[in-house]
């Protein structure tokens, strides 16, 4: 690669759920230099979690050690001089995912007391540990006389968030509550990490996480008042005190790359980093959010997000959505964000519930070696998603009439309630597997247009949507269900790595490349790979369907929530 080449090269580094994805980006154009991706060891190892009880925390040494691997792997596929020319760095992570730390700034899971304590880690955005907090919190905001604090998160708290989240571990575990100094956001973490100023009280607090789940806005001074908090835990008025009054968005540098780290990553000394952001956010502006424009971050979960001008009067409230934030996605922008608590993850409960005799009975077939017996295994488990696609694509959509519900972690939005659970109705002795898979993708894009039409209902208008992330690029099916459901075309933005770029749209703003990220978009968006057109027949008849979903999930939600 010629020297000329490598003079606008930035570097977005995504924190997914399951690995840490790392992207040169060539900022002139867009055009991805090289990539890598590298899992979290003991999060690969199921360590730390429990599912049963809704509990999912991350190490911190998941984190960093990901990180010097994904370096490590980007630098031998991008060449020699690739790192080195490096010019800015952007951050984004899952959220909301705080962890207990000290006034250092250190997570208390680093320290020895705390090494192997789940609730002195990062506490995942999936982990729903933390119902009954989030249901006081809501409580309370209604009932208590003074400003509902609510109002800009949608009017309900979820136990996905951070003021939740840190009322669990207090009511769950004293003795780390007691040794907390502060709470901090995965996404605020890394970035001061490698800039060496995670000092607590010198840290820069992400607008897009503390504004979206820590009920932080403008209007309010701030964040709750200790008044407020001290009525849901007399602890929290000091863990408010710890997080100031200001919150920065990411076109805004964190610091610059310290020493230590520059070593580490293999990166020049004093570049550039910007204050971080969470993954659907930095997505967005990836995937080309402007007005109008809902981008739809499909992975294990979904993020859907859009942006409107700023009022020049009081903020219109948006109902039961993940929060609106001023600059949280572009600065300057009011930014709303909504999704499903699963959607790849649903497909990924039904691979491993037709995958149980793979494990439990498999081995102790006779008649073949263990090696064979190995190998049969991973080719059905790998080859099952396939046919069950081909299988349920040829499906007539009145051939069955199951009918299911996508809450099986929980219902996000719209009007966040992680107490409910998914079902399916219409079994009948003739239901097939094919079906069922049917069924559930039609369930997760029936809750992705109960979250267009309440956005719609709300004033937030939605002209167009463009579908990131895996399940976009890997299911044709899923998306042409949820097309046809939304009755819309979905433009599917090519790249394997939007997230990741719009991380890196944000690393050339803050290295002075581009004066603005609406810049940095018109000049390093990807472009569409394929537009999915609804069929008109379908999306008519999805209309009945969509209604009885309606009326399962009002039955489901009155009568077992």
């Not at 099986?408 to 094919?434: C, E, H, K, V, Y």
């Not at 810049?519 to 069929?535: D, I």
Request: net charge negative; aromatic share 8%.
């Amino acid at each position: 690669m010629s020297r000329n080449a490598l003079e606008n090269i930035v570097l977005g580094i995504d924190y997914g759920t399951d690995s840490c994805r790392a992207v040169l980006i060539d900022a002139k154009d867009g055009r991805e230099v090289a990539s890598a991706v590298a899992p979290y060891p003991r999060w690969a190892e199921g360590r730390y979690c429990n599912p049963a009880r809704n509990r999912f925390r991350q190490h911190p040494l998941d984190y960093t050690e990901s990180l010097t691997a994904v370096m490590g792997s980007l630098a031998a596929a991008a060449g020699p001089g690739a790192l080195a020319a490096v010019r800015g760095i952007a951050i984004d992570t899952t959220g909301s995912t705080p962890c207990a730390v000290d006034a250092s700034g250190v997570p208390l899971a680093l320290s020895p007391e705390f090494a192997d304590d789940p609730d002195a880690m990062f506490i995942l955005w999936k982990d729903h540990s933390a119902v009954e907090e989030a249901a006081a919190i809501n409580r309370e905001a209604k009932a208590w006389g003074g400003e509902d604090y609510t109002k800009y998160e949608g009017g309900i708290y979820s136990s996905e968030w951070f003021w939740a989240k840190v009322m669990h571990v207090f009511a769950a575990n004293p003795k780390v509550g007691k040794a907390a100094y502060s709470f901090v956001e995965h996404c605020d973490w890394m970035p001061a990490l490698l800039c060496g100023s995670q000092a607590v009280d010198t840290l820069k607090r992400s607008r897009c996480a503390m504004g979206h789940k820590a009920m932080w806005h403008a209007a309010f001074g701030g964040y709750p008042s200790d008044a407020f908090l001290a009525r849901l835990n007399p602890e929290l008025p000091r863990i408010r005190d710890t997080l100031g009054s200001e919150t920065w968005t990411s076109d805004r540098a964190c610091g610059t790359l310290s020493r230590e780290w520059a070593e580490k990553l293999r990166l020049p000394e004093g570049i550039h980093v910007a204050v971080g952001a969470y993954d659907a956010h930095m997505g967005a502006a990836g995937g080309g959010v402007r007005e109008g424009v809902l981008v739809k971050v499909m992975g294990t979960s979904t993020c859907d997000m859009t942006v409107s001008p700023l009022p020049a009067g009081d903020e219109r409230l948006v109902r039961g959505i993940c929060g609106q934030v001023d600059g949280s996605i572009i600065p300057a922008m009011l930014a709303y964000e909504a999704g499903q608590s699963a959607f790849g993850d649903v497909f990924a409960w039904f691979k491993r519930l037709l995958s149980w005799p793979l494990a439990a009975v498999l081995p102790g077939a006779r008649g073949a070696e263990e090696a064979a017996k190995a190998r049969l295994a991973a080719e059905i488990s790998d080859g099952m998603m396939a046919a069950l696609e081909k299988e349920a694509a040829a499906l007539d959509l009145d051939t069955s009439s199951a009918l299911a519900l996508d809450w099986l972690n929980g219902r996000r939005t719209p009007d966040a309630n992680q107490l409910l659970t998914g079902a399916i109705a219409g079994l009948t002795l003739g239901t097939t597997a094919p079906m069922l898979y049917r069924a559930l993708i039609e369930g997760t894009a029936f809750g992705a247009r109960a979250i267009v039409e309440r956005f719609r209902q709300e004033g937030v208008a939605i002209d167009r949507i463009v579908a990131i992330g895996g399940v976009a690029k890997k299911s044709p099916l899923v998306m042409q269900i949820v097309a046809d459901v939304l009755g819309m075309p979905i433009d599917i933005a090519s790249g394997d790595q939007p997230v990741a770029l719009g991380a890196a749209m944000f690393a050339a703003v803050v290295a002075g490349i581009y004066p603005s990220v609406p810049e940095a978009q018109r000049r390093m968006l990807s472009p569409t790979e394929r537009t999915v057109e609804p069929n008109p027949d379908r999306a008519e008849r999805y209309g009945a369907r969509y209604r009885k979903y309606l009326a399962l999930g009002a039955f489901v939600e009155r009568e077992f929530a």
